[in-house]
């Protein structure tokens, strides 16, 4: 049986002449006029006879073929067709090269350009790594629909509704992403998932703020010399968001000017500028004591690799107790502006980073308030040291 199964030799296949020549068991090579070859093979399927070509010679040798020729037989011996099972195979394959998890990955590739970092920091990512992945992670995209993508975010559309908003947004792109590469998919899933999951009820709250007055206490305590504390102290002195802080560069200053570059900022619609940071005598000296933490040249890195992390800084204070968060010392800032000082808006506003006034209004108006700005952080300055040693 094995002799009249395996007719055929590697020398013999190599040189056989044009036409058919069986292998046995349905496995046949055909030569062709043109001196191309290819394997062939026949079986019966609920008694209709089937062929279907296995690969051409010699790119499918003798060996293959007859392997592959046994579990296409095999197939048949189960009652399945081997052509239609093939292309079963073949198509779930396809399907399965395009999971959701390479998908989003690869959108995530497309547009680091596009965020702060190159996107390093990994928000943008984040709430589909944590709330989306690990459920329809290794769901091929053209499979995903408004329910899969409703039962996966039902758990916190409403307890944590920004959550939430920021995966649906992120999964959005990244169908759009899949559509794009020519993928089928069904762009308005996630506005049907919408539908599905209603109205979110979670109400907004702002980031808890430490009350101005109670500042000058908190950045006296602060007298561990660690590198948390110095960053925490900067944070306060200079009242920027804590992302251009933690990535704070010995290259960006200069004197008493800290430069931000403009994509490191938020808030600045259209900002095409860098940002100046005065920063007070005692910012400076800060700045000098966090010089000994330094590493690839950035003041405040992480214990292992990177920068401090936003988290860092929060454990800190929830440590002391605390409820309050690093970020909003910006309110703490803005609030004593306002109650203790007679500074005007525009300038209390671009001492935040934001923009202030209309499009026109801001196309005339050039200034940054440096020097106004300078001497009002001063003044800041003056506050925390001043009432903290009282």
Wanted: hydrophobic share 40%; aromatic share 6%.
């Amino acid at each position: 049986m094995a002799r009249a199964m395996n007719r055929l030799s590697a020398s013999g296949v190599k040189s056989a002449s044009v036409g058919k020549h069986a292998d046995g068991a349905g496995l046949w090579l055909v030569k062709r006029d043109d001196g191309g070859a290819q394997w062939v093979l026949r079986v019966t399927v609920h008694g209709r006879r089937r062929e279907m070509g296995l690969g051409a010679y010699p790119d499918v040798s003798l060996k293959a073929a007859r392997e592959t020729a046994e579990q296409w037989r095999a197939t048949a011996r189960q009652g399945l067709d081997p052509i239609k099972e093939r292309e079963r195979q073949r198509r779930e394959a396809a399907r399965s090269i395009h999971k959701l998890i390479d998908i989003a990955q690869d959108a995530f590739e497309s547009r680091k350009a596009e965020l702060k970092g190159d996107g390093k920091a990994g928000r943008w990512f984040s709430p589909l790594e944590l709330h989306v992945l690990p459920k329809l992670g290794k769901v091929p995209v053209a499979d995903i629909d408004q329910k899969d993508i409703r039962d996966t975010l039902a758990p916190i559309w409403h307890s944590k509704a920004d959550t939430a908003r920021k995966a649906m947004n992120r999964l959005s792109i990244v169908m759009r992403h899949a559509a794009a590469l020519g993928l089928e998919v069904d762009l308005q899933a996630t506005e049907k998932a919408k539908a599905l999951l209603g109205k979110q009820r979670h109400t907004v709250t702002n980031v808890p703020a430490m009350n101005w007055r109670d500042v000058p206490a908190f950045y006296q305590s602060l007298d561990g010399r660690t590198n948390t504390e110095l960053a925490l102290r900067l944070l306060i002195l200079t009242a920027v968001r804590s992302y251009p802080l933690r990535f704070m560069h010995v290259d960006q200053i200069d004197d008493d000017i800290w430069t931000i570059p403009a994509e490191a900022m938020k808030g600045r619609l259209g900002a095409t500028s860098d940002f100046r940071v005065p920063l007070s005598v005692e910012a400076q000296a800060v700045v000098a004591e966090a010089r000994k933490f330094a590493r690839d040249g950035f003041l405040f890195p992480g214990v292992k690799r990177g920068v401090i992390s936003d988290m860092t800084m929060t454990a800190f204070m929830n440590r002391r107790g605390l409820n309050e968060r690093p970020h909003g010392f910006r309110s703490s800032f803005r609030d004593w502006t306002a109650e203790a000082t007679t500074t005007p808006r525009e300038v209390a506003e671009t001492c935040l980073g934001h923009t202030t006034g209309g499009t026109v209004e801001r196309a005339y108006r050039r200034t940054d308030f440096l020097e106004q700005r300078r001497v009002l952080m001063g003044r800041w300055a003056h506050q925390v040291i001043d009432n903290s040693r009282q």
